[in-house]
């Protein structure tokens, strides 16, 4: 499915003339014999100047670049320093849509339809007024992903099908249900057009408020109506790193604490900005016996002492869903 859907929305792109070929440069290593793709080249973020970078985008800031901006590149290969080699690769001219961009990212007060956090629409429109630049779509070979119809050799930018991957899973619930996945995407349907809504972290706002909607407008399909945007989960301060043991699968969490107590602690902790989140263990323990066990066991006292006070220490008949809830309490 992401393929078929990959493949029709770039060729609605070419027809509309929305697809550039253009010769650049790029990083090659003469050591590992390829081109070197975004995940294969680190360097110096030629933003924020943090090391040790993707060729893409950087974890730090959130920054894009293409890799050839990158200070002091390496191949994560090899650790060889590439060269510059002239390639082909295909462009999406997104300057071509800044007013819709601009259309799209209006808040509620302008007559815009589109829920963004203010902080997310400041962000993204930063990125507007400073000018939109040409969007490269293609990736040389070795590159993990789908071919490029007519360019042999020639991969989609992962940033560029991985999205498609939310229609083709619509399309693969819809062909379990008699539905249509035109319906739910296509602009021109004739369905009434759906809340699509996406909640991302931080790092790939980028993406999901720039690129996707462009190529989606541009290729006739509905655009997302609300986009929230959180920030990482941390443990101790620290981003999750299996090397730290900072890592923690659910799957582990689950054996030692309910659940219930790491959703009310993300959800006490969560804002509508983008700060990240620190899963402190001290300072979950004290939150979740001081919130919820002790003024849990707390309501209870109370409820006993009241009991005993007023009506003589003595229970009502408890109704059917009452009973229904004792039970399924007494059954943890």
């Excluded at 070929?21 to 924020?48: A, N």
């Excluded at 901006?69 to 997104?94: A, M, N, Q, T």
């Excluded at 989960?233 to 043991?245: A, E, T």
Aim: with cysteine.
């Amino acid at each position: 499915e992401n393929r078929k859907h990959a493949g029709v929305i770039f060729e609605a792109l070419r027809e509309r003339g929305d697809i550039e070929v253009s010769v650049v440069e790029q990083l090659y290593s003469e050591v590992d014999q390829m081109f070197l793709p975004d995940r294969l080249v680190k360097g110096t973020c030629p933003v924020c100047k943090s090391p040790d970078q993707y060729g893409d985008s950087c974890e730090s800031c959130g920054s894009t670049y293409r890799p050839t901006e990158l200070i002091e590149p390496y191949s994560s290969v090899s650790g060889d320093k590439p060269v510059l080699r002239s390639s082909e690769h295909l462009f999406v001219p997104l300057g071509r849509h800044e007013a819709f961009l601009r259309e799209w990212l209006k808040p509620a007060d302008e007559g815009g339809r589109t829920t963004l956090q203010d902080s997310v629409r400041k962000f993204v429109l930063d990125w507007v007024d400073k000018g939109l630049r040409d969007w490269d779509i293609s990736r040389e070979a070795p590159y993990f992903g789908i071919e490029i119809p007519g360019f042999p050799g020639k991969y989609f930018y992962v940033w560029f099908d991985a999205p498609i991957g939310y229609i083709a899973a619509t399309d693969k619930w819809c062909q379990t249900q008699g539905q249509r996945v035109e319906d739910w995407w296509r602009a021109d349907s004739g369905a009434e057009a759906p809340e699509i809504v996406h909640v991302i972290g931080k790092d790939i706002i980028y993406f999901h408020c720039l690129f996707w909607p462009a190529m989606l407008h541009a290729a006739g399909y509905n655009v997302p109506t609300r986009v929230q945007a959180h920030g990482w989960l941390k443990v101790n301060g620290d981003k999750m790193s299996k090397s730290k043991g900072t890592f923690i699968l659910g799957q582990t969490f689950l054996q030692f604490v309910d659940p219930s107590y790491l959703r009310y602690y993300i959800a006490a902790r969560l804002n509508n900005n983008q700060d990240d989140l620190d899963l402190a263990m001290d300072d979950f323990v004290t939150r979740v016996n001081a919130d919820l066990v002790n003024k849990a066991a707390n309501l209870a006292s109370r409820s006993i002492k009241g009991l005993h006070g007023k009506l003589g220490g003595t229970l009502g008949e408890i109704p059917e869903d009452g009973r229904a809830l004792l039970d399924a309490a007494r059954a943890k």
